[in-house]
């Protein structure tokens, strides 16, 4: 998952920035509306988390800009404008969500996976695929009540392949979900992280397949359908996706 961070406190940002890399997003962070402005037009977010009180363009003026170009990414306004009429001013430009200044850091990272969760079109907080579960509030693996250690990086490439359930996802999506500003992540890292997270699934009785020309899925090893060894590339349709 995808978050830009739109704060002009360096201290704040700083720290909430390394408190979501932390969980095992990608984040770019940027201090003022106008750059957020363009980062919202250039790129794809799950998430904008973004301040009001910006320089060179209100936060509100960057909320509506993204609205007006259909942009879909979930929205949390966090500011220290907390007046009623502030907050209706917000939601009705389309934010999903408000927290005032000063905030508790427990309820932020709870807000965070609620919009994140339905930003990908999930009900519940656990999601299972064959023996596995995830479970999308602590961003845990886990199997048979056991916890499964997954490194952050490969953490975000499972948990994508996750909510997908199965559904091929293009590698042009993997990289645009798991890079940020500073870090593009090459095909190479990407082929990477798919076979050390084969070699962690494997015990579990899941993979990654390869849908050749397209992208990764995620798949059981035994099952109704014909094996295909954990390493092999499979052709799919388009319509896969």
Known sequence: MRILLVEDNKALSEGLGALLRGSGYAVDIVED????????????????ILDLNLPEMDGLDVL???RARHNQAAVLILTARGTPEERVRGLDLGADDYMIKPF????FEARV????RRQAGLRHALVHFGAVTLDLNTRTFSSAGQSIDIPARELG????????????VAKEAIVQSLSGFDHDLSSNAIEQYVSRLRKRLAPYGLTVRTARGLGYYLDRLSGTQPVIAADETVDLPADTQ
């Open 33 to 48: 509306g106008a750059s957020a402005h363009a980062a919202a037009a250039a790129e794809n977010f799950d998430l904008v």
């Open 64 to 66: 509506r800009a993204m």
């Open 104 to 107: 508790d850091i427990s309820e």
């Open 113 to 116: 996976r609620v919009l994140l």
């Open 157 to 168: 490439l499972l948990e994508l392949l996750f909510v997908r359930g199965g559904k091929v």
